[in-house]
């Protein structure tokens, strides 16, 4: 599948975070998803595709918003799941569903995000390391630069570098990309999300 766009730049990650660890160390998961008011959800309208599946277990399973279903891969490492936008796009946040004690040696240990325009120019700009994690795993894709808080591209990569306990196959229960809600007062360079900021923000 080709992404649009061959014209244009390749992503623009944040410069410096390729490979880096998150701060706090190994990601264990959260019960609950959570995300910032001034976040949506981006990948509805998305082309999502996998290196590889068990049969009854594909892509679908990832979108489902079931936490009962999984897609299990069936392939050498790195396991590999592509989403592809119609457009270029701002994405800031990837949430992910995994449970070790449901999947032991099936669950992710080491996860890379990779972004471009296709997969001719995908380049690496986070990789994070998990341990036993059970619930939602948020990755943040900003960088180090506060002013640098997405990034810009036509396609993501989540990659399954390693299982736990040298699992061949990997299991993933969900996946939601986030990016930022579009401003709503027009021709504003910043967000705003107080009605009262929005009512007055306009010269009658």
């Given amino acids: 599948m080709e992404s649009d766009g061959e014209e244009e730049a390749a992503a623009t990650p944040t410069p410096g975070t390729a490979a880096a660890a998150p701060a706090a160390g190994r990601l264990k ?55 592809q936008f119609q457009k270029k796009v701002q994405l800031q946040l990837v949430a992910l569903y995994v ?27 986070k990789t994070v390391d998990l341990l036993k994690p ?3 795993v948020h990755i943040s894709l900003s960088g180090t630069d506060p002013r ?11 990659a399954v570098l390693a299982n736990h306990l040298n699992g061949r196959d990997t299991h993933v229960r ?18 705003v999300t107080s009605r009262e900021f929005i009512m007055y923000s306009t010269i009658r």
Avoid at 54 to 71: H, M, Q
Avoid at 149 to 154: K, L, N, S
Avoid at 174 to 191: A, D, E, L, S, T
């Fill in 29 to 83: 998961g959260c019960p609950e998803l959570t995300v910032e008011g001034d976040m949506r959800e981006m990948a509805k309208t998305a082309a999502w595709s996998v290196s590889s599946c068990k049969p009854g277990n594909g892509v679908a399973s990832l979108r489902d918003d079931s936490l009962d279903t999984y897609w299990q891969s069936d392939g050498a490492q790195p396991h590999l799941v592509n989403i």
């Fill in 99 to 125: 449970d070790f004690k449901l999947d032991e040696s099936y669950t992710p240990s080491k996860i890379s995000i990779r972004a471009g325009d296709g997969f001719h120019n995908l380049k690496e700009i």
């Fill in 174 to 191: 969900q996946i939601k990309i986030y990016g930022p809600r579009p401003n709503p007062v027009p021709r504003q360079p910043f967000h």
């Fill in 134 to 136: 059970v619930g939602w």
């Fill in 148 to 158: 640098e808080t997405f990034v810009h591209t036509f396609m993501l990569q989540i």
